[in-house]
């Protein structure tokens, strides 16, 4: 089956306060890998598995910065090579490395690039999640894992035209009539879809509300931006200004940051951050901004993952079709065929 993703881009595989002292293990766009920190700190990411036996290097600890398989306790450091085989005394066998993965720890997330390791660059990772550590912004992190393909999980955020009924009581009770009646306006510059919508003279959001940004009794224009940045990230800026006072958003209320990685064909590794402008201390707000989102975000993922069963069963052969509401997700599918596309001509060279 042809891979529904690029390789030579980098993934977000974990946030920062996930990888402690132990290894951390997960599979990214259908590779088993380990994380660990060296001496320094600094994360590496390795294959996980052992040249020697071929267990996997996850099953066994962190040592001086250097990860020791469980099984026979060869030790490798950050660039996969072997430095030390307890049972003998001598040079490793040829061929005792592990493959290395570049890897990179920005705002409290940590990315890896699974491709051609030549090709990866720094500034291969859009600026997005600076507002996880900006100090005049409070941020919650969440992640789930999805049994859904991520292109799935894409769509999901880029028509959210889906709140009314899969949030039906939670999130998406109030503005159904906003999300249908206002288009999104959709762009696309290059790698990256910007789409915005705004909706005129509706009442706040449920979060607004809580921030006391705006009274309930409070009609506002609200706006909404997103920005998919090929091929798994995702930003979705909401704000509010009193009705027809502005004609753009001055400052957004909140943005919602989205990394989607493939794990495999039918699973992805979402990771996600809602940070916002507004009450930065009441950790009330925190609190139940995070058991809001991440509530939204299991119903999200119970629809994505019946979704996927479904789409699994269907024999028809028929494409998915899209709706107006599908114009991002459709720009942003676009994107990402021309660069698998690219890569697929590459490797055929
Ligand atoms: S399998 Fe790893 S040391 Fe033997
Ligand atoms: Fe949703």
């Not at 998406?172 to 910007?194: C, M």
Request: with cysteine; aromatic share 8%; charged share 25%.
């Amino acid at each position: 089956m042809a891979r529904s993703y690029p390789v030579n881009h980098w993934y977000a595989i974990a946030t920062s306060a996930e990888l402690t002292e132990k290894p951390l293990a997960r599979t990214i766009c259908n590779t088993p890998i380990v994380m660990f920190r060296d001496k320094a700190g600094a994360v590496a990411v390795l294959e996980d598995i052992c040249p020697h036996r071929k267990a996997p290097l996850s099953s066994g600890f962190v040592v001086d910065g250097a990860i020791e398989c469980g099984y026979h306790g060869a030790q490798f450091d950050a660039h996969g090579r072997c430095i030390h085989i307890p049972s003998q005394d001598v040079i490793p066998p040829r061929g005792m490395t592990v493959t290395r993965f570049p890897a990179l720890e920005r705002h409290d997330m940590i990315f890896a690039w699974i491709g051609d390791d030549k090709r990866a660059t720094p500034d291969g990772i859009p600026d997005i999640w600076s507002a996880n550590t900006y100090a005049d912004w409070t941020a919650v992190h969440g992640y789930h894992h999805v049994k859904a393909n991520y292109l799935l999980v894409l769509d999901n955020l880029a028509d959210l035209t889906h709140l009314a009924f899969v949030h039906r009581s939670t999130i998406g009770a109030s503005g159904r009539t906003g999300w249908f009646n206002n288009p999104l306006r959709v762009t696309i510059e290059g790698d990256r879809v910007h789409s915005s919508r705004t909706m005129r003279d509706i009442s706040p959001s449920g979060f607004m509300l809580m921030t006391s940004r705006f009274a309930p009794t409070d009609k506002i224009d609200r706006f909404q931006t997103s920005d998919f940045f090929a091929p798994a990230f995702f930003t979705v800026v909401l704000g509010g200004e009193h009705a027809g006072t502005h004609e753009e958003m001055q400052r957004p209320h909140h943005i919602v940051l989205n990394s989607v990685t493939p794990e495999t064909e039918e699973t992805s590794h979402y990771f996600w951050s809602v940070c916002r402008t507004v009450a930065l201390d009441d950790q009330h707000i925190t609190d139940e901004m995070y058991r809001l989102t991440r509530l939204a975000f299991d119903e999200d993922a119970d629809m994505l993952e019946r979704q996927q069963q479904a789409i699994r069963a269907d024999r028809s052969g028929r494409p998915l079709m899209n709706f107006q509401g599908d114009q991002g997700g459709a720009a942003m599918r676009k994107v990402i065929a021309r660069l698998i596309e690219a890569e697929t001509e590459e490797q055929a060279a």
